[in-house]
């Protein structure tokens, strides 16, 4: 069955450090995105990629990086992690023709300390 | 860009009653309003959806209506099961084809 998911499912990181969090899926979807999800914010857009070679800001991209090499994957890095980059991280993919129908991963949980 | 107020932030229902969450949006050019359920540990998961030339759709237990008009859209769940608990998003589809979530409702259904 396709699926997208994401690792590592926990990171726990010191301030400063560059970290990477993977994203991967077999959907073959075009779409690609990364949210993240804090208490009272919802689910914010940092990143997302309509294509290979295509990436685009989200509204919180400030510290963050993206890069789409191929179909299946977006990895997010955070260039030099800081503590309000505390948060649970979402992938999602979705088909070219409905942007509106997201799939999304399980999660990584990224502790900065 | 779009703004999407969700209401309430927190809900709790006796199990067989209802259950209402409320949104609003800014952007007159949204045209699809998806709402999504989140279970503890897991991603959302796309539950139902409603476009806008819709006023109400309806999925067994759950139902969806929208008013263009008042620029309002809110998910009804009847005869709640205690595995309807979770945290439930709505969305707006806007312009460039980008979907602004609201911040959440985390529902209780209470045995």
């Known amino acids: 069955d396709a699926e997208i998911t994401q690792s590592p499912r926990h990171k726990i990181t010191e301030t400063g450090r560059q970290v990477t969090l993977a994203c991967h899926q077999t959907?073959?979807?075009?779409?690609m995105f990364w949210y993240r999800q804090d208490l009272g914010h919802g689910l914010r857009l940092i990143h997302y990629s309509y294509g290979v070679q295509d990436t685009n800001k989200g509204e919180v991209s400030d510290g963050y990086s993206v890069s789409r090499s191929n179909t299946e994957d977006l990895p997010l890095t955070l260039e030099s992690a800081a503590s309000s980059q505390t948060s649970v991280y979402f992938c999602a993919s979705s088909e070219t023709g409905a942007p509106y129908e997201q799939y999304f991963g399980p999660g990584t949980r990224l502790t900065v300390t | 860009g779009e703004n999407v107020e969700q209401h309430p932030s927190t809900l709790s229902v006796q199990e067989g009653d209802s259950a209402v969450i409320k949104c609003t949006y800014s952007d007159s050019a949204s045209n699809y309003f998806p709402w999504y359920k989140q279970e503890l540990g897991k991603g959302p998961q796309l539950i139902i959806d409603i476009r806008s030339n819709v006023g109400e759709k309806k999925d067994q237990r759950i139902a969806v209506t929208l008013n263009k008009t008042a620029k309002h859209f809110s998910l009804h769940i009847t005869e709640t099961q205690p595995e309807d608990s979770a945290v439930y998003f709505c969305a707006a589809l806007g312009g460039y084809q980008k979907v602004t979530f609201g911040t959440g409702t985390k529902l209780q259904v209470i045995p």
């Open positions: 959907w073959n979807h075009n779409n």
